[in-house]
């Protein structure tokens, strides 16, 4: 029964989209555990690009079934979008996608209260994807929220709805001064909007069991990354789930022994959207370069990302939280053009050294670097190890010497077909492996 968890090693834009979408080649079922439309995953798909927000990457492989999991909040007009855009791409995925019943619903007035929060924090601002994220998963936790099963029942639905509406209006007008949202409307919107997704929802933890009982390959899919996650990341600059590899059991429904492998996704460099700690973080106008080179801004919001260097402590807490059994690195060729790269390889915390990332000292934490030569060719057109220059190689040996875990395979550019094994014995889910 093999089954394999992909989590984001970073904060978040590792390339996980184009990851998963290579992994999903040999999967029967990809499951989406936790986050929403918050996650913006770029899968380049027969020379276009697509971004998918909160339908599973693996989509996209022809036969392979779909979950949105218990523990995910939904934005029904999100997933329209999406639907469009697979629409267009000719891919038919009705019968395949199944979304949890226990699922949490997004609301407009949760996108409202999201961006209302986040700019009333001031300077503590989180830098939020404004998606409403946050204040769906404060109506679950309040224990008020709208799950996926009451599309099923209008009269269920349209009284829960009512009384959150009014809640919800009461700290627009009382809290933020706004003006309220008239229910009816939005109740009609809504119940038209999310009607193509009834048909959808079912029990996906049972389902779920089921596959794994008879031994098919599936793949849990993550969104964001290890260190915004809501109990082991930069508190309070994280989003509102758990990202790692711990997510899945209650994410998903099943019990955690169910889980074999877990492989982490790393860009070669760093990168992290919104505020909060970020050791390795490349100051003023020279992270420019790598922002230019990487192109990196963000999937959902557009907002230009912050850039930094391979940051090795990172990504031994991220090892040390999920027990990876293998890396894939993404963007290396994002690095071709550089004379020089540098590795962060731990801090200095009060003259002290310090190997792993800690998120409760995080903003005092020191990198210390080495500086290893650039490599200056292209890497785009690799498809085996030994064709890397010999800089890139010296380069990957590197971080895995220094993370403490084998890299299975890199991803030297945005196409399905730029992706070249370094380790696959590492990562047994692989056919090659
Ligand atoms: P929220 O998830 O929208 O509440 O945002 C909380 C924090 O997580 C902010 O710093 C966001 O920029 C960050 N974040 C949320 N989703 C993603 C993602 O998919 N990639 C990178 N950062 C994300």
Redesign the pocket.
Known sequence: MPNLVVVGAQ???EGKGKVVDHLAQSADMVVRYQ?GP???HTVCFRGREIILHQIPSGILTPGVKAVIGCGCVIDPYTLAEESAALRRLKISYGRRLLIDSRAHMILPYHRML?TLQDKQRGKRR??????G??PAYQDKLARVGIRAADLLHEDIFMDKLRRNVAAANFVLMDRYKADPISFKSLAEDYWKVTRPLARMVGDGSAVVEQELKKGTRVLFEG???VH?DLDLGTYP????SSTGAWGVGPGVGISPLWLEQVVGVAKAYTT?????PFPAEIEGSESEVLRKLGAEY????G?PRRCGWFDAGLLRASVRYNRFTALVVTKLDVLDSLEEIKVCTGYSLNGRRVREFDAAHAVELEPQYITMRGWRQPTGSCRKYRELPLGARRYLRKIEELVGCPIALISVGSDRTQMVEMKPGALKWLKSG
């Open positions: 904060w978040g834009d986050g918050n996650a913006g999201d989180i830098g939020t994807t404004g998606r994220i946050g969104a964001q990354g915004l600059y994280v989003t509102t992290r959207v919104g505020m909060g963000g999937a959902t919001t907002r």
